[in-house]
Protein backbone atom coordinates (compact mmCIF):
# COMPACT_ATOMS: atom_id res chain seq x y z
CA UNK A 1 0.00 0.00 0.00
CA UNK A 2 2.55 2.04 0.98
CA UNK A 3 4.27 1.67 -2.31
CA UNK A 4 1.60 2.43 -4.54
CA UNK A 5 2.00 5.54 -7.04
CA UNK A 6 0.63 8.45 -5.07
CA UNK A 7 2.41 12.34 -4.69
CA UNK A 8 1.70 11.93 -1.04
CA UNK A 9 0.42 8.94 1.42
CA UNK A 10 -0.14 8.17 4.83
CA UNK A 11 -1.21 4.61 6.41
CA UNK A 12 -0.73 3.60 10.27
CA UNK A 13 -0.11 -0.20 10.95
CA UNK A 14 -2.11 -0.37 14.64
CA UNK A 15 -1.92 -3.07 17.04
CA UNK A 16 -4.10 -3.26 20.73
CA UNK A 17 -0.92 -2.82 22.99
CA UNK A 18 2.17 -0.85 22.74
CA UNK A 19 4.30 -3.63 22.72
CA UNK A 20 2.78 -5.69 20.20
CA UNK A 21 2.67 -2.66 17.74
CA UNK A 22 6.62 -2.29 18.51
CA UNK A 23 6.87 -5.90 17.71
CA UNK A 24 5.04 -5.09 14.05
CA UNK A 25 7.00 -1.86 13.57
CA UNK A 26 10.37 -3.59 14.07
CA UNK A 27 9.11 -6.52 11.30
CA UNK A 28 7.97 -3.71 8.94
CA UNK A 29 11.61 -2.04 9.24
CA UNK A 30 13.05 -5.03 9.07
CA UNK A 31 12.04 -5.76 5.33
CA UNK A 32 11.94 -2.31 4.42
CA UNK A 33 15.69 -2.00 5.34
CA UNK A 34 16.59 -5.38 3.64
CA UNK A 35 14.46 -5.07 0.11
CA UNK A 36 13.23 -1.11 0.11
CA UNK A 37 16.53 0.42 1.68
CA UNK A 38 17.15 2.60 -0.79
CA UNK A 39 13.58 4.16 -1.07
CA UNK A 40 13.96 5.11 2.53
CA UNK A 41 13.86 8.99 2.99
CA UNK A 42 12.97 9.25 6.13
CA UNK A 43 13.46 6.97 9.19
CA UNK A 44 12.93 8.17 13.00
CA UNK A 45 12.49 4.58 15.28
CA UNK A 46 11.77 6.50 18.34
CA UNK A 47 8.39 8.25 16.54
CA UNK A 48 7.76 4.42 14.94
CA UNK A 49 8.01 6.50 11.38
CA UNK A 50 8.99 5.63 8.07
CA UNK A 51 8.67 8.15 5.21
CA UNK A 52 9.40 6.08 1.78
CA UNK A 53 9.89 6.77 -1.92
CA UNK A 54 7.16 5.02 -3.52
CA UNK A 55 6.48 3.70 -6.85
CA UNK A 56 5.35 7.03 -8.24
CA UNK A 57 8.34 9.17 -7.36
CA UNK A 58 5.73 10.63 -3.95
CA UNK A 59 6.19 10.07 -0.72
CA UNK A 60 4.67 7.46 1.83
CA UNK A 61 4.31 7.70 5.23
CA UNK A 62 3.97 4.42 7.80
CA UNK A 63 3.32 4.64 11.31
CA UNK A 64 2.98 2.15 13.92
CA UNK A 65 0.31 3.06 16.10
CA UNK A 66 -0.97 1.73 19.49
CA UNK A 67 -4.78 1.53 20.46
CA UNK A 68 -3.57 1.75 24.62
CA UNK A 69 -4.04 5.56 24.00
CA UNK A 70 -6.62 6.52 22.06
CA UNK A 71 -6.18 10.04 22.50
CA UNK A 72 -3.41 9.38 19.78
CA UNK A 73 -5.45 7.72 16.62
CA UNK A 74 -7.51 11.02 16.24
CA UNK A 75 -7.23 13.84 14.17
CA UNK A 76 -5.43 12.31 10.87
CA UNK A 77 -7.03 11.21 7.44
CA UNK A 78 -5.40 8.32 6.18
CA UNK A 79 -5.09 6.69 3.17
CA UNK A 80 -4.41 3.04 4.22
CA UNK A 81 -4.92 1.17 7.80
CA UNK A 82 -3.78 -2.20 8.85
CA UNK A 83 -5.18 -3.41 12.11
CA UNK A 84 -3.51 -6.70 14.10
CA UNK A 85 -4.83 -8.73 15.98
CA UNK A 86 -7.80 -6.32 15.77
CA UNK A 87 -11.09 -9.01 17.53
CA UNK A 88 -8.68 -8.13 20.55
CA UNK A 89 -9.15 -4.09 19.51
CA UNK A 90 -12.01 -2.55 21.55
CA UNK A 91 -15.04 -2.11 19.46
CA UNK A 92 -15.00 1.49 20.05
CA UNK A 93 -11.35 1.79 19.21
CA UNK A 94 -12.44 0.87 15.57
CA UNK A 95 -15.96 2.30 15.35
CA UNK A 96 -15.13 5.84 16.87
CA UNK A 97 -11.49 6.80 16.46
CA UNK A 98 -10.04 4.34 13.33
CA UNK A 99 -12.65 4.02 10.92
CA UNK A 100 -13.30 7.65 10.73
CA UNK A 101 -9.58 8.05 10.08
CA UNK A 102 -10.54 6.79 6.27
CA UNK A 103 -13.65 8.71 5.38
CA UNK A 104 -12.02 12.09 4.31
CA UNK A 105 -9.40 10.10 1.59
CA UNK A 106 -12.15 7.25 0.63
CA UNK A 107 -9.26 5.06 2.41
CA UNK A 108 -8.53 1.48 2.64
CA UNK A 109 -8.12 -0.85 5.55
CA UNK A 110 -6.80 -4.52 6.46
CA UNK A 111 -8.14 -5.86 9.64
CA UNK A 112 -6.01 -8.89 10.45
CA UNK A 113 -6.84 -11.23 13.63
CA UNK A 114 -7.27 -14.79 15.30
CA UNK A 115 -10.48 -14.68 16.41
CA UNK A 116 -11.76 -14.13 19.50
CA UNK A 117 -15.04 -14.60 20.42
CA UNK A 118 -18.28 -12.89 18.29
CA UNK A 119 -17.58 -9.54 18.64
CA UNK A 120 -17.38 -6.18 16.13
CA UNK A 121 -14.59 -8.22 14.38
CA UNK A 122 -17.27 -10.98 13.79
CA UNK A 123 -19.76 -8.72 12.49
CA UNK A 124 -17.41 -7.41 9.96
CA UNK A 125 -16.15 -10.50 8.76
CA UNK A 126 -20.40 -11.71 8.50
CA UNK A 127 -20.81 -8.63 6.30
CA UNK A 128 -17.32 -9.27 4.06
CA UNK A 129 -19.18 -12.23 3.54
CA UNK A 130 -22.02 -10.95 1.68
CA UNK A 131 -22.15 -9.38 -1.93
CA UNK A 132 -20.67 -6.14 -2.44
CA UNK A 133 -17.54 -4.01 -2.70
CA UNK A 134 -17.77 -2.55 0.92
CA UNK A 135 -16.41 -5.78 3.19
CA UNK A 136 -14.82 -8.30 2.09
CA UNK A 137 -13.53 -11.32 4.43
CA UNK A 138 -11.22 -14.72 4.25
CA UNK A 139 -10.64 -17.24 6.67
CA UNK A 140 -7.75 -19.69 6.80
CA UNK A 141 -6.62 -22.41 8.92
CA UNK A 142 -3.66 -22.69 10.03
CA UNK A 143 -2.75 -26.18 8.40
CA UNK A 144 -3.38 -23.70 4.77
CA UNK A 145 0.06 -21.94 5.37
CA UNK A 146 2.62 -23.74 3.98
CA UNK A 147 5.15 -22.66 6.27
CA UNK A 148 3.52 -24.49 9.11
CA UNK A 149 4.48 -28.00 10.04
CA UNK A 150 0.96 -30.09 10.27
CA UNK A 151 1.87 -32.80 12.45
CA UNK A 152 2.70 -30.12 15.16
CA UNK A 153 -1.25 -28.70 14.39
CA UNK A 154 -2.33 -32.26 15.08
CA UNK A 155 -0.65 -32.88 18.11
CA UNK A 156 -2.07 -29.50 19.29
CA UNK A 157 -5.38 -30.88 17.83
CA UNK A 158 -5.11 -33.54 20.48
CA UNK A 159 -3.96 -31.52 23.64
CA UNK A 160 -5.87 -28.55 23.19
CA UNK A 161 -9.97 -28.33 23.99
CA UNK A 162 -12.31 -28.05 21.24
CA UNK A 163 -13.06 -24.50 21.50
CA UNK A 164 -9.52 -22.91 22.08
CA UNK A 165 -7.98 -25.05 18.58
CA UNK A 166 -11.26 -24.19 17.15
CA UNK A 167 -10.14 -20.37 17.52
CA UNK A 168 -6.41 -20.79 17.55
CA UNK A 169 -5.81 -23.46 14.80
CA UNK A 170 -9.03 -23.46 12.39
CA UNK A 171 -10.14 -19.47 12.45
CA UNK A 172 -13.10 -20.23 13.50
CA UNK A 173 -15.48 -17.65 15.75
CA UNK A 174 -16.37 -19.46 19.06
CA UNK A 175 -19.21 -18.35 20.55
CA UNK A 176 -18.21 -16.93 24.38
CA UNK A 177 -14.74 -18.33 23.42
CA UNK A 178 -12.91 -17.42 26.94
CA UNK A 179 -15.59 -14.96 27.89
CA UNK A 180 -17.12 -14.90 31.36
CA UNK A 181 -20.71 -14.44 30.08
CA UNK A 182 -22.58 -16.01 27.26
CA UNK A 183 -25.69 -14.55 25.19
CA UNK A 184 -24.64 -11.03 25.77
CA UNK A 185 -26.06 -10.00 22.21
CA UNK A 186 -28.88 -12.21 22.74
CA UNK A 187 -30.01 -10.25 26.21
CA UNK A 188 -29.32 -6.67 24.64
CA UNK A 189 -32.88 -6.39 23.29
CA UNK A 190 -34.26 -4.15 25.81
CA UNK A 191 -34.79 -0.37 25.74
CA UNK A 192 -34.49 2.28 28.44
CA UNK A 193 -38.02 2.17 30.57
CA UNK A 194 -39.52 5.08 32.74
CA UNK A 195 -40.72 4.09 36.28
CA UNK A 196 -43.61 2.89 37.20
CA UNK A 197 -45.41 3.74 39.96
CA UNK A 198 -45.42 1.07 42.61
CA UNK A 199 -42.67 -0.86 41.03
CA UNK A 200 -39.92 -2.72 42.48
CA UNK A 201 -36.29 -1.23 41.59
CA UNK A 202 -32.46 -3.03 42.39
CA UNK A 203 -29.47 -0.52 42.10
CA UNK A 204 -25.86 -1.47 41.62
CA UNK A 205 -22.99 1.14 42.10
CA UNK A 206 -19.75 0.64 40.92
CA UNK A 207 -17.73 3.72 42.20
CA UNK A 208 -14.84 5.41 39.86
CA UNK A 209 -11.53 4.69 41.36
CA UNK A 210 -8.35 7.09 39.55
CA UNK A 211 -9.29 6.77 36.05
CA UNK A 212 -12.39 4.71 36.31
CA UNK A 213 -16.14 5.75 35.72
CA UNK A 214 -18.49 5.44 38.38
CA UNK A 215 -21.89 3.33 37.15
CA UNK A 216 -25.14 3.39 38.56
CA UNK A 217 -27.52 0.19 36.65
CA UNK A 218 -31.06 -0.04 37.73
CA UNK A 219 -33.27 -3.33 37.23
CA UNK A 220 -36.75 -3.74 37.56
CA UNK A 221 -38.40 -7.14 39.24
CA UNK A 222 -38.03 -8.54 36.34
CA UNK A 223 -34.42 -8.67 35.74
CA UNK A 224 -34.68 -5.81 32.82
CA UNK A 225 -32.11 -2.72 32.77
CA UNK A 226 -34.35 0.06 32.89
CA UNK A 227 -31.97 3.17 33.44
CA UNK A 228 -27.58 3.66 33.33
CA UNK A 229 -25.68 6.59 34.55
CA UNK A 230 -22.37 6.54 33.69
CA UNK A 231 -19.74 9.58 34.36
CA UNK A 232 -16.22 10.27 36.12
CA UNK A 233 -14.00 13.03 37.13
CA UNK A 234 -16.83 14.88 39.19
CA UNK A 235 -16.64 15.91 42.59
CA UNK A 236 -17.89 13.64 44.95
CA UNK A 237 -21.04 15.80 45.66
CA UNK A 238 -22.33 16.24 42.38
CA UNK A 239 -22.26 12.30 41.89
CA UNK A 240 -24.06 11.97 45.49
CA UNK A 241 -27.15 14.17 43.89
CA UNK A 242 -26.88 12.90 40.87
CA UNK A 243 -27.27 9.14 42.45
CA UNK A 244 -29.61 10.31 44.54
CA UNK A 245 -31.94 11.76 42.12
CA UNK A 246 -31.76 8.72 39.83
CA UNK A 247 -32.54 6.60 42.89
CA UNK A 248 -35.46 8.45 44.01
CA UNK A 249 -36.85 8.77 40.62
CA UNK A 250 -37.61 5.11 40.43
CA UNK A 251 -39.36 4.55 43.99
CA UNK A 252 -36.32 4.75 46.36
CA UNK A 253 -34.34 1.94 44.42
CA UNK A 254 -32.27 -0.65 46.95
CA UNK A 255 -28.87 0.26 45.95
CA UNK A 256 -26.45 -2.26 46.79
CA UNK A 257 -22.69 -0.26 46.27
CA UNK A 258 -19.14 -1.49 46.48
CA UNK A 259 -18.12 -0.22 49.71
CA UNK A 260 -14.35 -0.82 49.40
CA UNK A 261 -12.23 1.57 50.57
CA UNK A 262 -13.57 4.92 49.25
CA UNK A 263 -16.96 3.40 48.65
CA UNK A 264 -17.15 2.91 52.53
CA UNK A 265 -18.55 6.76 53.23
CA UNK A 266 -20.21 7.25 50.44
CA UNK A 267 -22.19 4.47 51.69
CA UNK A 268 -22.29 6.36 54.79
CA UNK A 269 -23.28 9.67 52.81
CA UNK A 270 -26.35 8.01 50.80
CA UNK A 271 -27.65 6.11 53.74
CA UNK A 272 -27.56 9.26 55.86
CA UNK A 273 -29.48 11.06 52.88
CA UNK A 274 -32.12 8.50 53.59
CA UNK A 275 -30.91 6.31 50.47
CA UNK A 276 -32.12 2.44 50.24
CA UNK A 277 -28.30 1.28 50.50
CA UNK A 278 -26.81 -1.72 51.48
CA UNK A 279 -23.20 -2.43 51.40
CA UNK A 280 -21.07 -4.78 49.63
CA UNK A 281 -17.32 -5.28 50.33
CA UNK A 282 -15.54 -6.86 47.41
CA UNK A 283 -12.93 -9.07 48.01
CA UNK A 284 -11.75 -12.31 45.75
CA UNK A 285 -14.16 -14.41 47.07
CA UNK A 286 -17.52 -11.64 46.96
CA UNK A 287 -16.68 -10.84 43.78
CA UNK A 288 -16.81 -14.44 42.71
CA UNK A 289 -20.34 -14.75 44.20
CA UNK A 290 -21.30 -11.83 42.49
CA UNK A 291 -19.74 -12.64 38.89
CA UNK A 292 -20.99 -16.02 39.13
CA UNK A 293 -24.51 -14.98 39.80
CA UNK A 294 -24.60 -13.03 36.54
CA UNK A 295 -23.08 -15.85 34.60
CA UNK A 296 -26.40 -18.10 35.63
CA UNK A 297 -29.05 -15.39 34.93
CA UNK A 298 -27.06 -14.75 31.50
CA UNK A 299 -27.17 -18.27 31.13
CA UNK A 300 -30.97 -19.02 31.66
CA UNK A 301 -31.71 -15.99 29.74
CA UNK A 302 -33.45 -14.07 32.87
CA UNK A 303 -31.64 -11.02 32.30
CA UNK A 304 -32.42 -8.16 29.56
CA UNK A 305 -30.00 -5.71 28.60
CA UNK A 306 -30.82 -2.89 26.53
CA UNK A 307 -29.67 -3.01 22.92
CA UNK A 308 -26.30 -2.20 22.17
CA UNK A 309 -26.83 0.62 20.01
CA UNK A 310 -28.15 2.30 23.97
CA UNK A 311 -25.47 1.15 26.00
CA UNK A 312 -22.85 -0.10 23.83
CA UNK A 313 -19.77 0.72 26.73
CA UNK A 314 -21.67 -1.70 29.24
CA UNK A 315 -21.94 -4.71 25.89
CA UNK A 316 -18.32 -3.97 25.17
CA UNK A 317 -17.45 -4.13 28.68
CA UNK A 318 -19.48 -7.51 29.13
CA UNK A 319 -18.51 -9.65 26.16
CA UNK A 320 -14.91 -8.68 27.17
CA UNK A 321 -14.62 -9.87 30.60
CA UNK A 322 -12.47 -13.02 30.34
CA UNK A 323 -11.22 -15.80 32.50
CA UNK A 324 -7.79 -15.57 33.25
CA UNK A 325 -5.33 -17.71 35.23
CA UNK A 326 -2.85 -16.15 38.00
CA UNK A 327 0.62 -17.10 38.46
CA UNK A 328 -0.05 -19.58 41.43
CA UNK A 329 -2.56 -21.57 38.54
CA UNK A 330 -6.06 -20.18 40.18
CA UNK A 331 -8.97 -19.29 37.48
CA UNK A 332 -10.17 -15.63 37.69
CA UNK A 333 -12.46 -13.24 35.95
CA UNK A 334 -11.65 -10.19 34.92
CA UNK A 335 -11.28 -7.20 32.35
CA UNK A 336 -8.36 -7.52 29.76
CA UNK A 337 -5.80 -4.73 30.11
CA UNK A 338 -7.55 -1.48 28.57
CA UNK A 339 -10.75 -1.95 29.46
CA UNK A 340 -12.87 -1.25 32.29
CA UNK A 341 -15.37 -3.23 34.45
CA UNK A 342 -17.25 -0.54 36.48
CA UNK A 343 -20.52 -1.63 34.15
CA UNK A 344 -19.88 -5.26 35.07
CA UNK A 345 -19.55 -4.66 38.72
CA UNK A 346 -22.69 -2.17 38.71
CA UNK A 347 -24.83 -4.48 37.20
CA UNK A 348 -23.76 -7.87 39.30
CA UNK A 349 -24.39 -5.67 42.43
CA UNK A 350 -27.80 -4.78 40.83
CA UNK A 351 -28.90 -8.45 40.34
CA UNK A 352 -27.31 -9.57 43.64
CA UNK A 353 -31.03 -9.55 45.25
CA UNK A 354 -32.48 -11.03 42.43
CA UNK A 355 -29.95 -14.29 42.77
CA UNK A 356 -31.77 -17.74 43.32
CA UNK A 357 -30.48 -18.28 47.10
CA UNK A 358 -30.88 -14.72 48.85
CA UNK A 359 -28.63 -15.86 51.92
CA UNK A 360 -25.52 -17.83 51.69
CA UNK A 361 -24.58 -18.44 55.59
CA UNK A 362 -27.06 -20.31 58.26
CA UNK A 363 -27.89 -17.83 60.93
CA UNK A 364 -26.81 -18.31 64.46
CA UNK A 365 -27.01 -15.28 66.06
CA UNK A 366 -26.70 -11.71 66.25
CA UNK A 367 -23.72 -11.77 63.67
CA UNK A 368 -25.37 -13.73 61.22
CA UNK A 369 -28.25 -11.70 60.87
CA UNK A 370 -26.21 -8.94 60.26
CA UNK A 371 -24.57 -11.40 57.84
CA UNK A 372 -28.13 -11.46 56.27
CA UNK A 373 -28.54 -8.17 56.35
CA UNK A 374 -25.07 -6.82 54.47
CA UNK A 375 -24.08 -10.01 52.84
CA UNK A 376 -21.20 -8.62 50.95
CA UNK A 377 -19.92 -6.77 53.73
CA UNK A 378 -18.58 -9.55 55.37
CA UNK A 379 -18.05 -12.02 52.50
CA UNK A 380 -14.16 -11.76 53.52
CA UNK A 381 -11.81 -14.37 53.75
CA UNK A 382 -11.25 -14.19 57.15
CA UNK A 383 -14.82 -15.15 57.94
CA UNK A 384 -14.54 -18.33 55.21
CA UNK A 385 -11.61 -19.17 56.92
Avoid at 32 to 51: D, F, G, Q, Y
Avoid at 239 to 265: F, H, K, M, W
Avoid at 351 to 368: S, V
Wanted: with cysteine; hydrophobic share 40%.
Amino acid sequence: MAMSPAERSIGWVVAPTYDLADRVFREVLLHITRHLNHRVVKLKESERRIVLRNMGGGLSEIRAKSADNPVSLLGEGLDWLIVDEAARLKPTIWQSHLSQRLVDKRGQALLISTPYGKGYFFDLFRAGQKPGATYQSWNYPSWTNPHLDKSIIEEERSRLPDRIFGEQYEASFVEGSGAVFRYVREAAKGKWKSPVPGAQYFAGLDLAKVEDYTVLVILNDKAQVVFVDRFHRLDWSVQVRRIRAACERYNDALVYIDSTGQGEPIHETLFNKGLNVRPYCLTARSKTALINNLVMMFERREITLPRSKLWPEGIEELEAFEYSVTNSGHRRSSAPSGYHDDCVIALGLAAWPLRDQPWEFEFHGPMDVAMRLFPGYFATEEHSS
